[in-house]
């Protein structure tokens, strides 16, 4: 998913992929003019966490879990972190001592036990007890790789302690598409403990193409004019990248409005690219 549009502020750019945007490599996110190369490497370095972010939170979500990212994970400029959030569907920061968040788009999660007798509690795996805290959620850091082991917790914390949500808090070696899909089944949703980078950019001199895509086939045409219909099955095509002009910030909340809408459609497998 593609996010951070408003990197591109100041540069001269013809078209650009808008943020909240499913993207497939190698399809192009920008084509740029009069822009030297150390600055774009600074860009898709600066892109490179962004878009990780926001896909590994998009595709999660896409497989029906909640998920937070904690403060320890968002880098400065937080606001950077916290729009590439909004645009993967997050459902809320855990800021604890690490960020101050102050955006009203996002959910603040607090995992303090005296700040709210629904809100969340983290344990660790040698003691999952959580005492006579009345808790909504229970986070646990850094699970083993045991479903039977996350089973038996997860029913413990529910019949024995009423809790409604377990999440589990993961690093970047567990933030992998085998291990979340194994406990998909298991918990209500994980915390983002760190940006594992997940996505390769690279530029090259050639032009970028429109890029459109049939959400019945599930195809994208990348072509040098603008089409409408499949050809396929002559179905509605969505602008994936198209000349917009100069790329705009969208506001927060629009801005978790269209990543929610995008999540909607996309699918777990790659669309087929057709060139036309």
Same mark, same amino acid.
């Given at each position: 998913?593609?996010?951070?549009?408003?990197?591109?502020?100041?540069?001269?750019?013809?078209?650009?992929?808008?943020?909240?945007?499913?993207?497939?490599?190698?399809?192009?996110?920008?084509?740029?003019?009069?822009?030297?190369?150390?600055?774009?490497?600074?860009?898709?370095?600066?892109?490179?966490?962004?878009?990780?972010?926001?896909?590994?939170?998009?595709?999660?979500?896409?497989?029906?879990?909640?998920?937070?990212?904690?403060?320890?994970?968002?880098?400065?400029?937080?606001?950077?972190?916290?729009?590439?959030?909004?645009?993967?569907?997050?459902?809320?920061?855990?800021?604890?001592?690490?960020?101050?968040?102050?955006?009203?788009?996002?959910?603040?999660?607090?995992?303090?036990?005296?700040?709210? &007798?629904?809100? =969340? *509690?983290?344990?660790? +795996? /040698? @003691?999952?007890?959580?005492?006579?805290? $009345?808790?909504? !959620?229970?986070?646990?850091?850094?699970?083993?790789?045991?479903?039977?082991?996350?089973?038996?917790?997860?029913?413990?914390?529910?019949?024995?302690?009423?809790?409604?949500?377990?999440?589990?808090?993961?690093?970047?070696?567990?933030?992998?598409?085998?291990?979340?899909?194994?406990?998909?089944?298991?918990?209500?949703?994980?915390?983002?403990?760190?940006?594992?980078?997940?996505?390769?950019?690279?530029?090259?001199?050639?032009?970028?193409?429109?890029?459109?895509?049939? &959400?019945?086939? =599930? *195809?994208?045409?990348? +072509? /040098? @004019?603008?089409?409408?219909?499949?050809? $396929?099955?002559? !179905?509605?095509?969505?602008?994936?990248?198209?000349?917009?002009?100069?790329?705009?910030?969208?506001?927060?909340?629009?801005?978790?409005?269209?990543?929610?809408?995008?999540?909607?459609?996309?699918?777990?497998?790659?669309?087929?690219?057709?060139?036309?």
């Amino acid at each position: 998913m593609f996010v951070g549009s408003w990197l591109f502020q100041g540069l001269n750019v013809n078209k650009y992929a808008r943020d909240a945007t499913p993207i497939v490599p190698p399809e192009p996110i920008a084509e740029l003019q009069g822009v030297d190369d150390d600055t774009i490497r600074r860009l898709l370095n600066g892109l490179r966490v962004l878009i990780s972010l926001a896909s590994i939170i998009a595709w999660t979500k896409k497989l029906g879990l909640r998920v937070f990212i904690h403060g320890a994970a968002i880098p400065d400029p937080v606001d950077d972190f916290i729009r590439a959030s909004l645009a993967g569907g997050a459902d809320g920061v855990i800021p604890g001592d690490f960020v101050k968040i102050n955006n009203d788009a996002i959910n603040v999660i607090s995992t303090s036990a005296s700040d709210s &007798p629904v809100g =969340y *509690v983290m344990v660790n +795996t /040698s @003691n999952i007890n959580i005492g006579n805290v $009345r808790s909504y !959620g229970v986070i646990i850091l850094d699970p083993p790789a045991d479903i039977d082991w996350l089973v038996r917790v997860r029913d413990m914390l529910r019949t024995g302690a009423g809790v409604k949500e377990v999440f589990v808090a993961l690093g970047a070696d567990k933030l992998r598409a085998d291990f979340i899909k194994s406990v998909a089944d298991m918990v209500d949703g994980i915390v983002i403990m760190e940006i594992p980078i997940i996505v390769s950019l690279s530029f090259d001199e050639n032009p970028a193409l429109n890029v459109f895509r049939c &959400p019945n086939c =599930y *195809v994208d045409y990348e +072509t /040098s @004019n603008e089409i409408r219909k499949c050809p $396929r099955c002559g !179905g509605r095509v969505r602008p994936i990248i198209k000349p917009w002009g100069k790329a705009t910030i969208l506001k927060d909340g629009v801005l978790r409005l269209k990543g929610l809408e995008e999540i909607r459609v996309m699918r777990l497998e790659p669309p087929k690219t057709i060139n036309l």
